[in-house]
């Protein structure tokens, strides 16, 4: 059972353009943290955010979590073509286990 | 400043062998964990350790071993490679905070079981 559902699974779109990528659980998380894995590397962690209805931003990237900490999304404006790569979002469930999404590959074409 | 260390990157393995993976880090960090990465699936938890001497399981732990007898050390055992274990392993150590866990990753090791 995937606690973390990731949509879409794959993105490619143009470079300038602006996407949203999103994380649901049924569950509700302690914190949830979002990474960004390129090829043949480990995850690199983006942003944790801990409270309900938070809002983190890193330069282009817009993080946000919902206000029942159930689900987060990340919006990237001006995409470009050095924020291709894997999305992963990770969170705490109760207990110290940091489980993972199912991920969103994104590709930005120049 | 080295983080999380695997070993080996690669390796192929036949239907049947043992080998054990290896992760170090210099963070001293008690929280440790390895994870499998399969296309579509994400991240998976294989096991975890929150302290030496201690280790549990995680989402998919069948046909691992794991222990932890120093906090710089946590080696993943494969007891009777399957093709089923051909995947990308990771083994992440991880810091705990008050806004959060961070976990920092190795750079993987390519498995394929034959």
């Known amino acids: 059972t995937q606690l973390l559902e990731q949509s879409p699974q794959f993105l490619s779109i143009q470079e300038g353009e602006n996407l949203t990528v999103y994380c649901n659980s049924s569950?509700?998380?302690?914190?949830l943290q979002w990474y960004r894995q390129e090829p043949g590397e480990g995850p690199v962690l983006l942003v944790t955010?801990?409270?309900?209805?938070e809002v983190k931003k890193l330069k282009r990237l817009t993080f946000q979590f919902g206000d029942a900490r159930k689900d987060s999304s990340l919006h990237i404006t001006a995409a470009q073509p050095g924020d291709t790569g894997l999305y992963l979002c990770a969170g705490i469930f109760g207990n110290e286990k940091l489980t993972f999404g199912t991920g969103t590959r994104l590709t930005i074409i120049p | 400043n080295a983080g999380v260390t695997q070993t080996p990157k690669f390796q192929v393995l036949k239907t049947g062998q043992s080998m054990t993976l290896q992760c170090a880090q210099d963070m001293n960090h008690e929280y440790m964990s390895w994870y499998r990465q399969d296309p579509g699936m994400g991240l998976r938890l294989i096991h975890y350790s929150v302290g030496a001497g201690i280790t549990d399981q995680g989402e998919v732990p069948n046909g691992y071993n794991v222990s932890r007898s120093t906090t710089e050390d946590f080696p993943l055992r494969l007891l009777s490679a399957a093709p089923s274990q051909t995947s990308v392993y990771f083994c992440?150590?991880?810091?705990?905070?008050?806004?959060?866990?961070?976990?920092?990753f190795g750079q993987g090791t390519r498995l394929t079981v034959v």
């Open positions: 569950s509700v998380f302690s914190s």
């Open positions: 955010v801990v409270t309900g209805g």
């Open positions: 992440a150590s991880m810091k705990t905070a008050p806004i959060g866990t961070e976990a920092f």
